[in-house]
C-alpha cells in the first residue's frame, strides 16, 4: 500500500511542477483541475497529505533564496500643461508678434520648447509657423499679408509630447498699428538752453510713435540751413546737432512729429551768448575835493544776454597801474572817493554779462587833478593891549661910600613904554661922555661905573628916566674917603 503511494506522490509532484511558473497567471487555477483528475480514486484522499508532508519538510530545513527583482521601470513621460497668458505684442503690415509665459506644471520630462500654429479665419487646418522649436517666450511670425485675420495658438512640447494649446481669444488682423506720437522733451530743454559762442550742441531728443513717424525741424518758422544745422532721424529719436556755435543760431526750434494724420510738436529755445562790448560815452562829470564824478551809457552789444553789472577802475598818472574801485555796479554813474591830493587821475569802465567782463573798457578822454589847497591861517583878532606908560624906578639909588682910588658901581631899575632915555647927573650936572664915568642900561637895569675915585667925586649923583609919557628920577649921595695912614706905620 505504500508504494502506491509514493508513486502517485511522484506523479502529482511532476504534474504541480510544469505548473508553478503558472502560478502567477490567471488561467493558472483552470489548468490544475483536469491535472487532479489523473490521480487514481483510492489514492485521492492521503496523496495531498503526502506531497504536502514532503514539500513543506524541505521549506522548514532550507528556506529557498528567492531571485532578485528586475528595476522598477521609470514613470511614463507626461506632456507639460498649456502655456499662459498668450498675447499679442506688435502687429505690422507683414508680421505679428506674440508674447506668452511659461506653463504652470512642466513636470519631471521638462521642456523643450514651444510651436507657433496660425491659421486664417474660416480654415481649420493650423499651419505651424516655426520648424524648430523655439525656446524664447515671443515669436516673430512674418511673411503675411496685409488685411488678413489669423488665428494663433502655442503648444509646449516635451518627451512627454505636446500640451494642449493656449490660443488668441480673438483673430488679429494683419495691419499697421497707429500709435499717438509723443515727444519725450528733456527736463533740461524745457527752458532756455544757453551756449556760448564756438560750443558744440548735440541736443538728442527721443520721441514714440508708429508706424513710419515723419519728422521735421524749423528754426523760428522757417527751414533749417543744412549747412550750419544737422539733423539725424530713426525711429525712437531725433539729433540736432551744431559744430560751432555762432549767435546767428539763436532762435526758437520746433520739432513736429507726425504718423498719418496725428502730430506731436516741441519748442526748443536756444540762446547763444558771448562776452559784451564796452559802455559807450564815458564822461568825468566833476571834480571836488578828493572826489570825482563818471557817467556812461550801457554798451551797443550786450553779448546776447543781459547786462549784469559794470566795474570802475583808476589809474594814477604816475605809476600808469590800474585799480580795481567798484565791481559788479549796476548803475550808470558812479562817484570815485579817496584821491590822492595833487595827483591827476584817469578812469576806465568794463561791462559784464553772464559769460564775463568785456575784453576791452572806455577810458575817460579828461583827466581828474586834484588840486593841492594851500592852508591859510588866519589869528583871531585881539584889541591890541596899550602898554604904554611913563618911566618909574623900580629899585631906587642908595646912598654909597667909596674909597679913594677903588672903582664902584650905582644901580638902580626902572620900566617904561616906549623904553625910556637914561641919563646920569652929578650935582644936577650932566654927566655927558666924561670918560671918568662909564653909563650901561640893559634890560631896564642902569649902571653908573666910576673910576678909581677921589675925593672931589663925592657928591649927589641922580638917574633920570624919560619918555613921551613922562620922566622919573632917582638920586643918591655918594661918599669918598681917603684912606688914614697911622703915624707909626708912616715913619717906618
Known amino acids: 500500500m505504500p508504494a502506491p503511494i509514493k508513486k502517485s506522490a511522484k506523479k502529482a ?27 487514481p480514486p483510492e489514492h485521492t484522499a492521503a496523496a495531498p497529505t503526502e506531497s504536502s508532508t514532503e514539500v513543506a519538510a524541505p521549506a522548514e530545513i532550507a528556506p529557498v ?43 519631471e520630462s521638462g521642456l523643450d520648447g514651444y510651436t507657433v500654429e496660425y491659421c486664417k479665419e474660416g480654415v481649420s487646418e493650423f499651419v505651424p509657423a516655426n520648424t524648430e522649436l523655439t525656446t524664447s517666450n515671443r515669436f516673430v511670425i512674418k511673411g ?6 489669423l488665428n494663433v495658438r502655442v503648444v509646449s512640447v516635451n518627451a512627454g509630447g505636446c500640451s494642449d494649446p493656449v490660443s488668441l481669444p480673438n483673430p488679429v488682423a494683419i495691419r499697421e498699428l497707429v500709435d499717438r ?29 508708429k508706424s513710419k513717424p515723419v519728422i521735421t525741424w524749423t528754426k523760428d518758422g522757417q527751414p533749417l540751413d543744412v549747412k550750419k544745422v544737422n539733423i539725424r532721424n530713426s525711429d525712437k529719436d531725433s539729433i540736432l546737432f551744431i559744430r560751432k556755435a555762432e549767435r546767428g543760431d539763436t532762435g ?26 564796452p559802455p559807450t560815452s564815458l564822461k568825468l562829470i566833476d571834480t571836488w575835493g578828493f572826489n570825482a564824478a563818471l557817467e556812461w551809457t550801457p554798451p551797443k552789444n550786450n553779448g546776447n544776454t543781459d547786462i549784469t553789472g559794470y566795474t570802475v577802475q583808476k589809474a594814477d598818472k604816475k605809476t600808469g597801474e590800474w585799480f580795481t574801485v567798484l565791481e559788479h555796479f549796476h548803475r550808470l554813474n558812479a562817484t570815485v572817493s579817496d584821491l590822492i591830493m595833487g595827483n591827476s587821475y584817469s578812469f576806465r569802465v568794463f561791462s559784464e554779462n553772464m559769460v564775463g567782463r568785456s575784453e576791452s ?17 588866519k589869528p583871531p583878532e585881539y584889541k591890541e593891549h596899550d602898554f604904554s606908560e611913563a618911566p618909574k624906578f623900580t629899585a631906587p639909588l642908595s646912598d654909597r661910600a667909596a674909597t679913594v682910588g677903588y672903582t664902584t658901581r650905582l644901580l638902580c631899575a626902572v620900566r617904561g613904554s616906549p623904553k625910556p632915555k637914561i641919563e646920569w647927573m ?25 673910576r678909581k675915585p677921589c675925593s672931589f667925586d663925592g ?14 628920577t632917582v638920586a643918591c649921595k655918594l661918599e669918598v674917603k681917603q684912606v688914614i695912614v697911622p703915624e707909626d706905620k708912616a715913619k717906618k
Open 65 to 107: 533564496e528567492e531571485p532578485p527583482k528586475d528595476p522598477a521601470p521609470p514613470p511614463p513621460a507626461v506632456p507639460t500643461s498649456p502655456p499662459q497668458n498668450l498675447v499679442v505684442d506688435d502687429v505690422t503690415r507683414t508680421s505679428l508678434t506674440i508674447k506668452w509665459q511659461p506653463p504652470e506644471i512642466i513636470g
Open 426 to 450: 652929578k650935582n644936577q650936572m650932566l654927566i655927558g661922555d666924561d670918560p671918568k664915568f662909564r653909563q650901561n642900561s640893559n634890560l631896564g637895569v642902569c649902571s653908573l661905573e666910576i
Open 361 to 377: 573798457a572806455a577810458i575817460t578822454k579828461q583827466v581828474a587833478t586834484i588840486q593841492k589847497t594851500g592852508i591859510v591861517y
Open 252 to 277: 526758437t526750434y520746433q520739432m513736429t512729429v507726425k504718423v498719418d494724420s496725428l502730430e506731436d510738436k516741441a519748442n526748443i529755445v536756444i540762446q547763444i551768448v558771448e562776452l559784451p562790448g
Open 459 to 472: 657928591g649927589v649923583y641922580t638917574c633920570r628916566a624919560k619918555n613921551a609919557h613922562g620922566e622919573a
Open 144 to 149: 503675411l499679408t496685409a488685411g488678413d485675420l
Open 13 to 39: 509532484e511532476k504534474v504541480q511542477k510544469p505548473t508553478e511558473p503558472e502560478a502567477a497567471l490567471e488561467s493558472a487555477p483552470r489548468e490544475a483541475a483536469p491535472v487532479a483528475l489523473e490521480v
Open 181 to 209: 506720437p509723443r515727444i519725450r522733451l528733456p527736463r533740461f530743454l524745457r527752458a532756455r538752453y544757453i551756449k556760448q559762442v564756438g560750443d558744440q550742441i548735440n541736443l538728442v531728443i527721443p520721441f514714440i510713435g
